[in-house]
């Protein structure tokens, strides 16, 4: 099942999918492109979410033990300052799932118990 969904204020439309592990290729995961997601679907609060940063907003970076403050995240690497509030953030009613293009959470990742997986790919309009 794949659903579209345009968002006109940031220009860019999304493609969502659910399917099972089992028919995911687990090495094109570790070289997904970077407006693309894949999440394990148990560890989502639905619905999902969209903004731009705010101040006090953190997440868990995917490889990270602890959490960070975003504004930290971006000043890692080193995303100048007039461009962090162009950043879209997918959110469900928890946490960030995905700093879109740069990095997923490390709360939502799959494991060798994941059943289903959300794959999310986004595309952006000129």
């Known amino acids: 099942t794949v659903l579209n969904k345009n ?5 860019i439309r999304f493609e969502f999918s659910i399917s099972s592990l089992e ?19 148990s560890k989502i609060s639905f619905p999902l979410k969209l903004r731009s940063w705010q101040t006090g907003d953190y997440f868990k970076p995917y490889g990270a033990s602890h959490r960070k403050k975003l504004h930290d995240f971006f000043i890692d690497i ?10 879209p953030l997918i959110f469900d009613k928890e946490k960030i799932l995905w ?10 990742k799959i494991s060798n118990i ?4 959300l794959y999310l790919k986004v595309f952006t309009k000129n």
């Open 7 to 11: 968002i006109e204020q940031y220009k």
């Open 78 to 87: 080193k995303l100048p300052k007039e461009c962090r509030r162009l950043v």
């Open 114 to 117: 994941t059943g289903e997986v």
């Open 23 to 41: 028919n995911i290729d687990i090495n094109k995961l570790k070289s997904l492109p970077a407006n693309e997601a894949i999440f394990d679907l």
């Open 99 to 108: 700093v879109f293009s740069y990095r997923t959470s490390e709360d939502v």
